[in-house]
């Protein structure tokens, strides 16, 4: 997406006149000059974000400003090449390579000249074609307001479902508290949140529950006039104003035809009222209305001639019709206050359908009286921090209602009731039927009307906020209904450019709020969640899968290729390359490609040299020297690293699986400066390079373990490491620990190297106490003891413990950790875990897996915060459930595949009100007392 690219860019070019100034030679100029170019691009597509998809104009100019911006950063990126090639130079090195540095100087000069010509070209026709009147128009586009039409008519149209659904908001609206409470309904678009609340607000019980029902539809582009008079017009009868307006032009009509009147018939109308015009002319609008009609109600006393009085009543009653009730004539403020006193001491219900902004809301909530009689406001929205904000205001917060997808059998029910009109399938269409059914995955609108559900889905598309659109597109690179986790993601995200750096935030944090974001747009669906409530794994529809590959086509954004060899590549930035039937790569000479990332999924490849295990990073140095990220680990691939894994210069993100007995790092690879992610879990790694100090900017390390690390004799640390897993564990590595050189660690994964040698050794917790940015620790095999907690009270709050048996001495150790929240023991025997009353006194979520013959005992008043407890294929039987009943934070107990004799326990045992009991497989039914 051209906008990540121009903000991308900026951030280069930024950096190269900051850092490498004395580097830039002859063409500091130019790229300055490119500098100042790019931030007026990027104000350009500020100005034009959400326009481009309804203004050919602005669409073609902003298509030419992308082919431009990725110009200039193959420019950037070539200089940045040469700056690092001409470090790497020893004296003598440095010196021959002046001379085709300078060359290199001069195309760079060169080309960023050809760019600011063309730019000049894009912005001479702006001007000529007045593009820039299309930036500031706004408003919603005729499309749009068809496309939002033809919306509703197809949810209304058909209804299939929801019983439970209504049943279930039709209690929030008629029960509860008597202060205005807000109902909302959330999910996808296309789902059938317009449907469903239709069908509640026509519901009888609705309808005989409130004194008034309004509908308001309000859409992106909302107008709050418009939203107050549409739910005044509901109004019965309708309201009568304080203060009446009469439209200029009408008062001066009204005046001619007085005087013309008067002329006419002084006779007869002489002392009334329309005698003296002056006198009329002096009264304000509502004085002249009362007194003009008490003329007419006078004159048909005095039994004027029946023609006459009906001729002058005819002219002024016609006169105030044409007028209307003057609605259009208050201002904003005045309107609220007339919805206002309408509201006053009625239970009233209000529909607010389709509702985008927060600020829609604050704009009319002044509108709105709490009677304290049960009134309510029912609001439908894609997104989730709009419906929360709602039901934020003014009231107990009531969660909003997350509209699910149909069913297999609803949603075949909505196709026959569509395609057949109710009637049953024919038989031999069934097969075909239920594949088209299925291929809609349970959303309503793709059932019904599949040719205008991709134009409904991309309005949220086209109205998410800059920052996250490129993010959204990224979605594009995974197959169909796979479960991406959220963490390679987050890691992707980063190593693309598209997080904004915010103050001194981790960044790792703020794109974990982007995906939060996106998942309350409705865009995105969890699928699975983490032990602390984060989100571990996610999925997006297919509809919207679709909707991002057709969008990065059209942005040369990304590429997905199925089945295909990889010579020539594409020429899209990023390629998303998935296998299905073992495509085989040719080692012919293939022309460079501009390709910023590569990305794998599935399948097995077929290499022309199996033994050559290293080819396709070799392929990858020798063809794709601008990649920033490599993703190969989710494809079945050995892949051995390249010496000339350093011609990728530009390279942020590698992961990949080697599948390999014994793998060693090239040193080599630590002369990429930029990279930030290596990520080698499925690899064996006995020691890494002695390098790898080097690596000032890596921010994520993954090994699969047990991984030693290298010696060092200076001081040299890694200041941005954020994640260190599969460390071996031994005095060397705490030695490291101790001297705080991954000062800014926030995960650690560490076990033993040596079965015999780790059961003499003694992990000390006051060694990593210099991590204070410490959060998640993991510790595995054979750890015989854990020792001085004293110092370590502040972190960390997750701590895992696999595979380590007779453990047991340890745990008195962790009881005493204050900071502790989260305890996940896995693959331990013979435990023994005694809790007194001040034990795990901040634990909030404790996991057990996998364990054999573990004893545990809880005195009142030990875990008082604990609110989780998973415990997974476990055999013992003995669980201090008496005390566990007596936890007032508890929350969840979910308990799979027990032992038989904990299962006889867990039937007899009574849960208390607001404590969950989940057992898989399912035990019979269980009582539950208050």
């Known amino acids: 997406m051209v906008d990540s690219v121009v903000s991308f860019l900026l951030e280069n070019v930024t950096q190269l006149l900051s850092q490498e100034s004395k580097l830039l030679g002859g063409v500091e100029d130019q790229v300055r000059s490119l500098q100042n170019e790019l931030s007026l691009i990027n104000a350009f597509l500020k100005n034009t974000d959400g326009k481009r998809h309804d203004n050919e104009l602005v669409k073609v100019v902003v298509s030419q400003i992308r082919d431009v911006a990725y110009e200039a950063e193959d420019v950037v990126d070539m200089f940045i090449m040469a700056v690092t090639k001409h470090r790497r130079k020893g004296k003598l090195g440095k010196l021959i390579h002046s001379c085709n540095r300078a060359i290199s100087f001069h195309e760079v000069a060169k080309k960023i000249e050809s760019i600011k010509i063309i730019n000049k070209e894009i912005h001479d026709n702006r ?140 006779d007869k109308l002489k002392g009334t009222v329309i005698e003296d015009l002056n006198g009329i002319k002096a009264m304000n609008d509502e004085e002249c209305r009362k007194a003009l009609f008490a003329f007419l109600e006078h004159i048909k006393k005095k039994k004027l001639p029946k023609w006459l009085s009906d001729s002058m009543s005819a002219f002024v009653e016609g006169i105030y019709e044409k007028n209307g009730v003057g609605w259009q004539d208050l201002d904003e403020d005045e309107l609220r206050s007339l919805l206002f006193d309408c509201l006053k001491d009625k239970r009233y219900l209000v529909v607010l359908d389709d509702i985008w902004e927060i600020e829609a809301w604050n704009e009319v909530s002044a509108a709105f009286p709490n009677n304290l009689n049960g009134s309510r406001i029912l609001i439908t929205s894609r ?35 569509k395609v057949f009109r109710g009637a049953t399938c024919p038989l031999e269409l069934e097969t075909l039927g239920r594949q088209i059914v299925d291929s809609c995955q349970g959303l309503p609108l793709a059932i019904v009307d599949r040719s205008s559900c991709m134009d409904i889905l991309a ?66 669906q969890v699928a699975t969640k983490r032990l602390d409530g984060g989100v571990k794994t996610c999925c997006i529809h297919d509809l919207l899968r679709d909707l991002c590959i057709s969008e990065s086509a059209e942005e040369k954004f990304l590429e997905v290729c199925s089945d295909v060899k990889l010579s020539p590549m594409s020429k899209c930035h990023r390629i998303s390359i998935h296998f299905a039937n073992n495509p085989y790569i040719s080692s012919n000479p293939c022309k460079s490609s501009n390709n910023r990332s590569v990305i794998g999924f599935q399948g097995v490849v077929r290499l022309e040299s199996p033994l050559d295990k290293g080819y396709y990073l070799k392929w990858l140095c020798k063809s794709n020297k601008f990649v920033r990220v490599v993703e190969l680990r989710n494809m079945a691939i050995c892949c051995a690293i390249p010496k000339k894994i350093q011609n990728l210069f530009l390279l942020r993100y590698l992961s990949i699986s080697s599948g390999l007995p014994h793998v060693i790092i090239p040193n080599s690879l630590c002369n990429l400066w930029n990279l930030e992610t290596l990520d080698m879990r499925n ?144 693959g331990c025997d013979n435990l023994v875990l005694e809790c007194d009353e001040h034990s795990f006194c901040q634990l909030r979520v404790f996991k057990m897996a996998k364990l054999n013959h573990m004893q545990w005992t809880m005195k009142k008043g030990a875990m008082p915060r604990l609110q989780r407890l998973v415990i997974e294929r476990c055999k013992f039987y003995m669980l201090p459930l008496d005390e566990l009943w007596c936890s007032s934070a508890l929350q969840d107990v979910e308990v799979f595949y027990p032992d038989p004799q904990l299962v006889k326990g867990l039937q007899q045992f009574q849960m208390r009100d607001g404590c969950r009991l989940q057992v898989y497989p399912s035990l019979d039914p269980f009582p539950t007392t208050n």
């Open 127 to 266: 001007n000529k074609y007045g593009i820039e009147i299309a930036e500031s128009s706004g408003g919603e586009t005729e499309a749009e307001v068809k496309l939002h039409k033809r919306r509703r008519y197809v949810e209304e149209d058909h209804v299939v479902g929801f019983g439970h659904d209504t049943e279930a908001l039709v209690k929030q609206l008629i029960e509860g508290r008597l202060h205005l409470n807000f109902v909302s309904i959330i999910g996808m678009g296309g789902l059938g949140k317009t449907t469903l609340a239709r069908k509640i607000y026509n519901d009888n019980h609705v309808k005989n529950h409130f004194d008034f029902h309004g509908w308001v539809y309000v859409s992106q582009e909302y107008k709050i006039r418009d939203m107050l008079i549409e739910t005044l017009k509901g109004m019965t009868p309708m309201p009568k104003l304080k203060k009446f307006i009469l439209k200029v032009e009408l008062k001066e009509e009204l005046l001619h035809g007085l005087e013309a009147k008067y002329s006419t018939n002084k």
């Open 683 to 826: 690899s064996k790694i006995e020691s890494l390079p002695k390098g790898l100090w080097k690596l000032q900017k890596l921010r994520h390390l993954y090994l699969n373990g047990p991984t030693s690390l290298p010696g060092t004799d200076n001081e040299e640390g890694l200041p941005n490491l954020q994640v260190l897993t599969g460390i071996a564990l031994n005095h060397y590595t705490e030695s490291l620990f101790a001297k705080a050189r991954f000062p800014n660690l926030r995960k650690l994964g560490l076990c033993s190297s040596n079965v015999h040698e780790s059961r003499l050794f003694i992990l000390s917790l006051s060694s990593i106490h210099p991590l204070r940015h410490l959060q998640t620790l993991k510790v595995c095999k054979y750890i015989y003891k854990l020792s001085n907690p004293s110092s370590l009270q502040l972190i960390p709050t997750k701590l895992t413990l696999l595979d380590m048996p007779n453990f047991s001495p340890s745990f008195g150790v962790l009881c005493s950790l204050t900071n502790l929240r989260i305890l996940k023991v896995v």
């Open 383 to 417: 997104i989730k921090e709009v419906a929360l904000h709602g039901t934020s205001v003014n009231s107990v917060p009531i969660p909003p209602y997350e509209l699910p997808f149909l069913n297999e059998d609803k949603s075949w029910e909505l196709f026959c009731r």
């Open 459 to 524: 309005l949220s598309y086209n109205h998410l906020p800059r920052r996250l659109k490129p993010c959204f597109l990224y979605f594009g690179i995974y197959p169909e209904d796979f479960e991406i986790p959220v963490r390679q993601l987050i890691r992707l995200w980063i190593a693309e450019g598209f997080i904004q750096q915010i103050g001194n935030r981790n960044i790792e944090d703020v794109a974990e709020d982007y995906l939060e974001e996106l998942i309350d747009w409705s865009l995105i």
